[in-house]
């Protein structure tokens, strides 16, 4: 088959991995790409969200799958693109389309839709700037600390956590009167706040079955003991200790079932990933958000415990065939790190020279925002790279994968040196 993954991150590189792994890969194509995915698989200078040009590629090359990896495509559309381009429509994806995407797309959209399917979540109410003097007396009533959700999408950076009610407050007003996120708060869900530990369950599905992949934690904040400001994800782990064979059960009958059943229900025609964030509240599962694809940097830890043939799920998915398939997830543990520029999330420098790519591990290194300048493989984001260590035990992956990551240099790296160790203990 001649495929076409879309996107540009640590996930697409995990993505190019595996799939160069199958046998039913011919010709495999990342737009764009960076320089991890052009050492496997050839780099196409498109944007995520130029359509026609993915379309004309996608004619040119004759593709067979295209694989959508980031969220931004699939909220504007690129499936009821192809679908409507009758020369298009017969090439098979994985991604759903703009209405499933907003279940990540709107916040206000996702919430409103586990309470019309009885999913367990957080309580919230949303407000708009019309609204303000509303939300602000809303606020008072609320226990803290308080949960504050951008509606829209703000590249990962659109949820604030208020320990005060004047927090909330300031947060609020902050939000939709002077448009912190830009049109991405001019919606705001207030939201209750969940006690727990958090986790990520990833769901394949067709839109009438489904299989389940390996679940993950990540690591938001920048500094250990998770500590600083979010971030995009530090690491990530896999299998998670505590969500044990009886919370996972609890996850697909109170969750994953009633997710899918409701989409078909609503006459959703969802063909792609479901990324569920959950908080373990005392051994209960609730949802905190839904994503319309998978993790980064969970994908790096979850394709890496994947044993089945990748391909062989893609294409099942996106045909409606899912019924016929199962998982084959290796037991091992997965552990991946994030390196990230000086400064990340804040101000950073790019076109730092990357040292230590080259020496053999047995750590996998999946690159993110990186690219290749003449010969040399130079810094092109905040997030740099991830490195995935695997072990039959949490400390041999983290042992690893830790290895590796003191071999890679650049002016400025930095990386959490604690990733894992609060997993130790389960």
């Not at 609890?250 to 006459?267: S, Y």
């Amino acid at each position: 088959m001649n495929i076409l993954i879309v996107g540009n991150g640590g996930r697409e590189h995990a993505f190019t991995w595996k799939i160069k792994q199958s046998t039913h890969c011919k010709n495999l194509y990342v737009a764009p790409g960076n320089a991890g995915t052009a050492s496997i698989a050839e780099n196409v200078s498109i944007a995520v969200d130029d359509f026609e040009a993915l379309g004309k590629f996608s004619l040119e090359k004759k593709i067979d799958l295209i694989l959508v990896g980031p969220e931004v495509p699939l909220v504007k559309g690129i499936r009821n693109y192809f679908e409507s381009n009758s020369d298009l429509k017969s090439i098979l994806m994985v991604g759903p389309d703009k209405t499933g995407a907003q279940l990540e797309g709107s916040k206000d959209f996702s919430k409103q839709f586990m309470l019309r399917h009885q999913i367990p979540t957080a309580k919230a109410e949303t407000f708009t700037a019309n609204r303000l003097q509303q939300s602000l007396a809303y606020i008072d009533g609320c226990k803290t600390p308080i949960v504050l959700k951008a509606d829209g999408l703000a590249a990962g950076k659109g949820v604030v956590i208020s320990e005060s009610h004047e927090e909330a407050k300031a947060e609020i007003q902050s939000m939709l009167r002077d448009k912190k996120f830009g049109e991405a708060s001019a919606k705001v869900l207030i939201e209750e706040f969940l006690k727990g530990i958090e986790l990520s369950v990833f769901v394949l599905t067709d839109g009438n079955d489904y299989v389940i992949l390996p679940e993950a934690k990540d690591y938001k904040r920048i500094g250990n003991q998770d500590t600083g400001l979010n971030t995009g994800g530090m690491g990530s782990v896999s299998p998670v200790p505590f969500a044990g064979k009886e919370f996972l059960s609890k996850v697909e009958e109170r969750i994953i079932k009633p997710t899918i059943a409701g989409l078909k229900k609503e006459n959703i025609h969802y063909k792609g990933f479901i990324f569920i964030g959950l908080m373990n509240v005392g051994g209960e599962p609730f949802v905190i958000e839904y994503n319309a694809r998978m993790g980064d940097p969970e994908t790096q830890s979850v394709m890496s415990r994947i044993q089945s043939d990748f391909v062989e799920l893609l294409v099942a998915c996106a045909k409606g065939e899912l019924k016929k398939t199962s998982v084959k997830i290796d037991p091992d543990f997965a552990l991946s790190i994030v390196m990230v520029a000086g400064g990340y999330p804040g101000e950073y420098e790019k076109g730092k020279t990357i040292n230590g790519l080259t020496q053999s591990t047995k750590a996998t290194v999946f690159h993110a925002g990186t690219k290749i300048n003449g010969k040399e493989v130079v810094t092109d984001g905040g997030r740099v790279l991830a490195v995935t260590g695997k072990g039959k035990t949490l400390t041999e992956a983290r042992e690893q994968a830790y290895e590796q990551v003191a071999k890679i240099t650049w002016d400025g790296v930095y990386f959490r040196k604690d990733i894992g160790l609060d997993l130790l203990n389960y």
